[in-house]
């Protein structure tokens, strides 16, 4: 019993001692770390003084032996604690919150050191062995009490942080469905006005290219005229020459009979070809009003919407193990016998009733249940990209230019400009 009061007693400075290591080796940086540490070193140092002061000092305070330790220890725990709450005033990332930290651990060491090498001894010699039971499990039931109050106190934490992020999303998700949608429209009004951009480009463009293919045609029909024109007159003036120089009588009749007549009928005929011609030449080179013919297309859009793939959903629940653990426990019997004596000298008083008591014990085992955290369970979103292709089919509008000429029709397909 006396070994485990001593465990229970040493439990506390050995952790203590680590989360005074791990402090000391952090940086100012590591702010949260700093806060997170202290905060478990501050809860340690805290349950270890309340535990020797509500089950242990009120137990050697009725020693005459032991009074005079129980104040000495009472006087390093209120020390402990002012330095404790000076500490925790101070800003974690202080110049001087090191350094005071060595202070309290260097303290503390000494507080641990009187309590192995004076307390300890002092309980052994003034209690009994059922005292210091009744000790040891009213600090174990005070160990197992703090340890699962840290326990509900994570839990109450863990499950407030949880439902400050659930809110935060829910308050965060009309936001974010609002600015996806904006993003949405704003792209879908791009997209329209590099369609509607797009189409007048194409349009100008076809239009242009409608423009000059008409005046190409006109230019070669005009050429075509004027190449008819010239031969017809020149023809028209051979005649005439050729009729005014041979010979006429004076006389229709003669001249007919000679064929004379035929020359003026020629010339006449030439001259209302000729006067045709240059009519007709006139009427082909008026120019007419200029056509715009628009082309549109369509241009493939594609926006992107956010559908439910699943759910998943993490319970936590209780699972009871039946598991075993082997104690050694120890029964003490009275064994009587008799046996001859060494010498048969007489010692001590003889011929007189005597009666020896002596008590017989059994240990029996006694169950104890910790909580301590085992692991956790981190429940979180990520998100990933993927590409994909989407096909569709658009539609484009083209011009055919079709253009009649008497010796050789065409047809031109001239599709619209990208």
């Known amino acids: 019993m006396q070994l485990t009061l001593r465990t229970l007693m040493q439990a506390g400075p050995a952790k203590a001692n680590e989360l005074f290591t791990k402090l000391a080796e952090t940086s100012d940086s590591a702010l949260k770390t700093r806060e997170r540490l202290f905060a478990e070193l501050k809860a340690e ?9 509500q089950h242990l ?33 101070l800003p974690k990332n202080d110049e001087t919150f090191l350094a005071k930290l060595s202070e309290l651990r260097k303290a503390f060491r000494q507080h641990a050191r009187d309590e192995t090498k004076e307390l300890l001894p002092a309980v052994q010699k003034a209690l009994s062995e059922e005292q210091v039971q ?56 791009e997209a329209a006005e590099r369609e509607r951009e797009a189409v007048a480009r194409r349009t100008r463009e076809a239009a242009q290219q409608t423009a000059e293919a008409v005046v190409r045609t006109a230019e070669v029909a005009g050429k075509s005229v004027r190449q008819i024109t010239h031969s017809v007159t020149e023809g028209a003036q051979r005649v005439a020459t050729a009729a005014a120089a ?7 009749f003669w001249d007919m009979m000679f064929g004379m007549s035929g020359l003026q009928s020629g010339r006449s005929v030439a001259n209302r070809g000729a006067d045709a011609s240059h009519a007709d030449t006139g009427a082909r080179d008026i120019s007419g009003e200029e056509q715009v013919i628009p082309l549109a297309e369509e241009v493939l ?18 699972v009871k193990t ?46 104890g249940k910790t ?37 050789r029709p065409a047809r031109v397909r001239m599709p619209a400009r990208a």
């Open 57 to 89: 000092f009120p137990v050697l305070r009725k020693h005459a032996e032991t009074k005079e330790l129980v104040v000495g220890a009472i006087k390093d725990n209120k020390e402990l604690r002012g330095q404790l709450a000076e500490l925790d005033a």
């Open 134 to 189: 009744g000790v040891t499990e009213k600090m174990e039931a005070g160990l197992a009490k703090a340890e699962q109050v840290r326990h509900d106190q994570a839990e109450e934490r863990r499950a407030a942080a949880r439902q400050e992020r659930e809110q935060a999303e829910a308050q965060a998700q009309p936001e974010r469905e609002r600015q996806e949608q904006a993003d949405a429209q704003a792209r879908e009004h």
């Open 301 to 318: 859009t594609v926006g992107t919407r956010k559908v439910s793939s699943g759910t998943t959903r993490v319970r936590r629940y209780i």
């Open 246 to 252: 041979a010979p006429t009588t004076g006389f229709l």
């Open 45 to 53: 140092l805290e349950q270890h003084a309340d535990l020797e002061e």
């Open 371 to 407: 909580v301590r955290l085992k692991e956790e369970v981190v429940v979180r979103t990520e998100r990933t990209e993927h590409i994909e292709t989407v096909r569709d089919t658009v539609r484009q509008e083209e011009v055919e230019i079709e253009h009649t000429d008497a010796k």
């Open 322 to 367: 039946p598991v075993e653990q082997q104690v050694t426990l120890v029964r003490e019997r009275v064994v009587v016998e008799r046996r001859r004596p060494v010498t048969d000298a007489m010692t001590g008083e003889a011929l007189t009733e005597l009666t020896v008591e002596v008590t017989e014990t059994d240990e029996v085992p006694v169950v």
